[in-house]
């Protein structure tokens, strides 16, 4: 099973900046791919941004394409949120994700962070 654990939400001034972390621990063969998705209430839960841990492959919502920048650390089994130039619109709560499988021939399975919130208001 791989536990996650986010940092890094809080309040933020339109315009300004925030790095959300997100470190995942427990026992698995591999992290596959990590990400970022976030929800407000009433709507369903998007996707963020993504990245492949081995090749650092990156996908991006349109909404955050140039503003936000995913990045990961393969030793710390860690993935980053640099989010820049933020919006009221970003306001949400972002939950990290990864998969990950438990032996080599096993299946794809995933985990969820338990959120963290982001808030840009003056």
């Known amino acids: 099973q791989v536990q996650l654990v986010e940092s890094g939400g809080g309040l933020v001034q339109p315009g300004g900046s925030l790095r959300l972390s997100c470190a995942a621990s427990g026992t698995f063969f591999s992290l596959d791919s990590m990400g970022w998705y976030r929800q407000t209430p009433g709507k369903e839960r998007e996707l963020v941004a993504i990245?492949?841990?081995?090749?650092?492959?990156?996908n991006y919502a349109d909404s955050v394409k140039g503003r936000f920048t995913i990045s990961r650390d393969i030793h710390k089994n860690t993935v980053y949120l640099q989010m820049s130039s933020l919006k009221p619109e970003d306001t949400a709560v972002y939950y990290c994700?990864?998969?990950?499988?438990?032996?080599?021939?096993?299946?794809?399975?995933?985990?969820w962070g338990q959120g963290t919130r982001v808030t840009v208001s003056s």
């Open positions: 990245i492949t841990t081995s090749g650092g492959n990156e």
């Open positions: 994700n990864a998969d990950y499988r438990l032996h080599l021939y096993s299946g794809s399975l995933d985990s």
